[in-house]
């Protein structure tokens, strides 16, 4: 099992609409979770973190973490046009030896919002 | 607003050839990465650094990939040779905190674009 998985998508929504993108990761002992867009030929752009359990909320961004679960997800409320781009979900998860915890990534998620 | 400096943005070498990448991360920033993205992958980590020690090197092709930080702030990632296959963006990224968890977050430069020919 992958530590990080994502939906590869593509995920396609009209715009306006709620996007949501959820991820999914195998190691319960993850503290640290975190949501990245990667615009097409660009270097990923941090934009939001959450470490405890419930809802995190920033502007039209909407983070949601469930530990018990195990998942991480991301609300897009009224979707537009320009949020068009791969969502990588970040966790930071042990290594095997359990002595470093390391930045990991899921494949990402591809969203379109078309106009 | 402070960032992480990345050169080249684009490199393009012959087979066989070495080439090398380097990243000055976030003044005050402990905790480097280096990580490989291929077309439509996440990010694989390749080195991490706690300053100058290097705490995760498992996914880094040691055959032919280095990867230094030798004072502890900026770095560079070597490839020699290269190969066909090592075509894909190169990213640093940068953390301020040393602790093994934390609620910092990771801030990526630029990126440099590698094509392998």
């Known amino acids: 099992q992958k530590e990080v998985e994502q939906n590869s998508g593509p995920l396609s929504v009209p715009e306006g609409a709620i996007a949501s993108l959820n991820c999914t990761y195998s190691?319960?002992?993850?503290?640290?979770f975190f949501w990245y867009r990667q615009y097409s030929g660009k270097s990923p752009e941090l934009i939001m973190s959450?470490?405890?359990?419930g809802d995190k909320e920033d502007g039209r961004f909407t983070a949601q973490l469930n530990k018990a679960s195990q998942y991480v997800s991301l609300l897009i409320r009224d979707s537009q046009p320009s949020d068009s781009a791969t969502y990588l979900c970040?966790?930071?998860?042990?290594?095997?030896?359990?002595?470093?915890?390391?930045?990991?990534f899921g494949k990402g998620t591809l969203l379109t919002v078309n106009p | 607003e402070a960032e992480v400096a990345q050169s080249p943005r684009y490199k393009i070498t012959e087979k066989s050839q070495a080439v090398a990448f380097w990243c000055d991360p976030i003044?005050?920033?402990?905790?480097l990465y280096w990580y490989r993205q291929i077309l439509g992958q996440g990010p694989e980590l390749l080195v991490q650094?706690?300053?100058?020690?290097?705490?995760?090197d498992s996914q880094l092709p040691k055959d032919r990939f280095s990867a230094e930080r030798l004072k502890g702030v900026d770095s560079t990632l070597k490839i020699q040779p290269a190969e066909l296959g090592d075509s894909a963006m190169y990213l640093c990224?940068?953390?301020?905190?040393?602790?093994?968890?934390?609620?910092?977050?990771?801030?990526f430069g630029q990126g440099t674009r590698l094509t392998v020919v």
């Open positions: 003044s005050g920033h402990a905790t």
């Open positions: 990224a940068s953390r301020r905190d040393r602790s093994a968890i934390s609620s910092t977050e990771a801030f």
């Open positions: 959450i470490y405890s359990n």
């Open positions: 970040a966790v930071i998860v042990a290594d095997s030896g359990g002595s470093n915890y390391k930045l990991t």
């Open positions: 190691d319960r002992g993850s503290q640290s």
């Open positions: 650094f706690q300053d100058e020690s290097v705490v995760d």
